[in-house]
């Protein structure tokens, strides 16, 4: 059964106890304070100008959001969405649908990801300049394609396209999967669910985080932090970069063909900067980690002994830390949020510093 049929069904009046919802905010931010405040968290060192941004008339697919105290896996960010971006707080009660004549597609995007008939289009675009060599930021997909049956069947179109402006390099899309099971690295639902009987297989499922609804259990979506049907896990857009030289970037989401359904990214925010790292002091001693891209386990083998290993995320917090007192050492990183980390390992007064992705 949809579950949006099984929902209407029931009286939401008798549920005496909602958990907290997300919160959106469409005035407080401009679509330059939510590239320079939001995204980039404010950082100084990334110089960023041309901020341009397009979504429906009627209908704003842009907003700001935060946690608000529920189990959401980011803080805040930014949300793009083919529908009205204010209604993406739970619970997980209607069918999402922001249609709205005139709302068109989106060139850039169906040249990026191949998709055609795109509408409902909502992007920010801007131009930046790196003082490192990497970028990255983390993104979730929710969309009501995610209903227990319409995932497999139909689609949205997410793109972030980089281009490096300085030397014209060929734009390419960031928003890709580690690893595909199937060879297609395109983060979109019908890309990334389960198993849906007499439909279709999984595709890729490793990446489908959960749905916002159980029709066993009426309060799965009642006390859904957004509204939408289901969701990914937080993935990465990463991306090598040439300090000094000047990057544009397009965050953009659409619809492919059907209007009908809503999707939207949720970007988390303060993750964006670009900012250079303290260099480690330099000595002659090797570090050997094993594997950079973890899900579990980091193996890390040193010339010296390791007095402490500590794990860093990309805000500069301490999130774990050991003292192996050993040349040899395990990390375990299966409690880590999916990201980016730096392992600064002390070794005999010096220490290294290098980058981990989990999973």
């Given at each position: 059964m949809n579950k949006k049929h099984f929902l209407y069904l029931i009286a939401f009046s008798f549920i005496s106890s909602v958990n907290a919802q997300i919160t959106t905010n469409n005035t407080t931010y401009s679509s330059v304070q939510l590239i320079e405040e939001v995204l980039n968290g404010g950082a100084?060192?990334?110089?960023?100008?041309?901020?341009?941004?397009?979504?429906?008339t009627s209908?704003?697919?842009?907003?700001?959001?935060?946690?608000?105290?529920?189990?959401?896996?980011?803080?805040?960010?930014?949300?793009l969405?083919?529908?009205?971006?204010?209604?993406?707080?739970?619970?997980?009660?209607?069918?999402?649908?922001?249609?709205?004549?005139?709302?068109?597609?989106?060139?850039?995007?169906?040249?990026?990801?191949?998709?055609?008939n795109t509408g409902n289009a909502s992007y920010i675009?801007?131009?930046?300049?790196?003082?490192?060599?990497?970028?990255?930021?983390?993104?979730?997909?929710?969309?009501?394609?995610?209903?227990?049956?319409?995932?497999?069947?139909?689609?949205e179109s997410l793109a972030f396209i980089l281009t490096n402006l300085?030397?014209?390099?060929?734009?390419?899309?960031?928003?890709?999967?580690?690893?595909?099971?199937?060879?297609?690295?395109?983060v979109k639902t019908d890309n990334i669910h389960l198993t849906m009987m007499s439909l279709c297989y999984e595709e890729n499922e490793q990446y489908f985080s959960h749905y916002n609804f159980d029709n066993t259990d009426l309060s799965v979506a009642q006390n859904s932090a957004i509204e939408y049907g289901g969701q990914t896990v937080p993935l990465t857009a990463f991306a090598n970069v040439v300090p000094g030289d000047v990057y544009h970037l397009k965050l953009v989401i659409a619809d492919v063909n059907s209007l009908n359904l809503d999707s939207a990214v949720f970007i988390e925010g303060g993750n964006f900067?670009?900012?250079?790292?303290?260099?480690?002091?330099?000595?002659?001693?090797?570090?050997?980690?094993?594997?950079?891209?973890?899900?579990?386990?980091?193996?890390?083998?040193?010339?010296?002994?390791?007095?402490?290993?500590?794990?860093?995320?990309?805000?500069?917090?301490?999130?774990?830390s050991i003292n192996p007192n050993s040349r040899d050492c395990v990390l375990d990183v299966k409690d880590l949020q999916s990201g980016i980390y730096f392992i600064s390992i002390s070794m005999n007064g010096v220490k290294k510093v290098l980058r981990i992705v989990r999973k």
């Open positions: 100084s060192c990334v110089t960023i100008t041309n901020v341009q941004s397009y979504t429906g209908v704003n697919g842009i907003a700001y959001f935060e946690k608000n105290g529920t189990n959401f896996p980011f803080e805040n960010g930014i949300i969405s083919t529908g009205n971006a204010m209604e993406a707080p739970g619970p997980n009660d209607e069918i999402l649908s922001g249609q709205e004549i005139g709302w068109i597609g989106d060139t850039d995007i169906e040249n990026a990801t191949g998709d055609v675009e801007f131009d930046f300049v790196p003082t490192e060599n990497e970028i990255n930021f983390r993104f979730i997909l929710a969309s009501e394609h995610y209903n227990m049956g319409n995932e497999c069947l139909n689609s300085v030397t014209g390099d060929t734009s390419y899309n960031l928003a890709v999967l580690p690893i595909s099971n199937n060879g297609n690295e395109q900067n670009s900012c250079p790292t303290p260099a480690p002091p330099v000595n002659n001693s090797n570090v050997n980690l094993y594997p950079t891209y973890a899900d579990e386990k980091v193996a890390i083998s040193a010339d010296l002994k390791m007095e402490e290993v500590v794990v860093v995320n990309m805000l500069g917090s301490v999130v774990s």
